[in-house]
């Protein structure tokens, strides 16, 4: 990797998220490596986003899907761009509810 590059991981190709495995500053490019395949995507963090923490690996709509690990792990509760920190602040976890009626995912 490109020591002038941030790093990051995502597990599978159909992640929409990654793992950051450098604390990140805004302006940051960060090169993700899927381990899933030999690609790399490299991205430009549009905020601070600290070791571990969750980056949005492309626009993620308000209402649609969290994917990480290639498995949903939430739904976006707002509008997440492209190089956005994805926690709490923005997810809604979804396992576990019973307020949404069987709902699959």
Do not use: W
């Not at 899933?36 to 963090?45: F, N």
């Not at 571990?52 to 209402?63: S, T």
Request: glycine share 14%.
């Amino acid at each position: 990797m490109n020591s002038g590059l941030k790093k990051g991981l995502a597990i599978k190709s159909v992640d929409n998220v990654a793992t950051v495995l450098d604390d990140v500053s805004c302006g940051d490019r960060i090169l993700v490596k899927f381990a899933d395949s030999a690609s790399v995507l490299t991205i430009e963090s549009r905020e601070n986003i600290p070791f571990g923490f969750k980056v949005a690996l492309k626009d993620i709509q308000k209402g649609e899907y969290v994917i990480k690990y290639g498995e949903v792990i939430g739904r976006a509760t707002e509008f997440i761009g492209e190089g956005r920190l994805v926690h709490v602040h923005n997810v809604e976890g979804l396992r576990g509810r019973g307020d949404l009626g069987g709902e699959k995912i």
